[in-house]
T-cell receptor, first 117, second 117 residues
């Protein structure tokens, strides 16, 4: 079972470069999210999606873009990388057992460690 | 806004002993879910236990149990018969209830648990 797959696992960028962190899930989950994890701050929500074609901002969206063209994929784009974006990024997905029901717990990918120099 | 507080940055426990990790949260909502996630050195986020706010009975999963005090907004995790494999960072998380259209989890800053052989 693949679950939630993130690529790459590690990445080093130069300031000003752009890149896309990939996230794919094979569980047909409607909900997908991106978090960043920084020391001493837990995980913070960047963007989320409640279904294909629908995205919204989380707690810390500045500097990031997302799109959700398919149920399976939810890429995170860094338009112009900054050292403040050095972090570990997690993608997560979840689903509702029944329409309108409360989604289950989040299933996380293994994370991408990004360093911006 | 919801906040989750873990006041113990580090804890240690002797193998086979019991340890309790603390978590408090702040919310004005009555319908929500609480979670404990474990993050070992592999970085993978693993669900340990989940508690629905509308349930008075404390959740239990094998050696893991919670003490959920809704009025006090407290959600502690008890690990019994601690094993070396329990060593990890533990995150307490809050998720808004049924009417939420997103999937935002609010995480605490984590407690690093060391298990001493």
């Amino acid at each position: 079972n693949a679950g939630v797959t993130q690529t790459p696992k590690f990445q080093v960028l130069k300031t000003g470069q752009s890149m896309t962190l990939q996230c794919a899930q094979d569980m047909n989950h409607e909900y997908m999210s991106w978090y960043r994890q920084d020391p001493g701050m837990g995980l913070r929500l960047i963007h989320y999606s409640v279904g294909a074609g629908i995205t919204d901002q989380g707690e810390v969206p500045n500097g990031y873009n997302v799109s959700r063209s398919t149920t399976e994929d939810f890429p995170l784009r860094l338009l112009s990388a900054a050292p403040s974006q050095t972090s570990v990024y997690f993608c997560a997905s979840s689903y509702s057992v029944l329409p309108g029901e409360f989604p289950t717990e989040a299933f996380f990918g293994q994370g991408t460690r990004l360093t911006v120099v | 806004a919801q906040t989750v507080t873990q006041s113990q940055p580090e804890m240690s426990v002797q193998e086979a002993e019991t340890v309790t990790l603390s978590c408090t949260y702040d919310t004005s909502e009555s319908d929500y879910y609480l979670f404990w996630y474990k993050q070992p050195p592999s970085r993978q986020m693993i669900l340990v236990i989940r508690q629905e706010a509308y349930k008075q009975q404390n959740a239990t999963e094998n050696r893991f149990s919670v003490n959920f005090q809704k009025a006090a907004k407290s959600f502690s995790l008890k690990i019994s018969d601690s094993q070396l494999g329990d060593a990890a960072m533990y995150f307490c998380a809050y998720r808004r209830g049924r009417l939420n259209t997103g999937n935002q989890f609010y995480f605490g800053t984590g407690t690093s648990l060391t298990v001493i052989p």
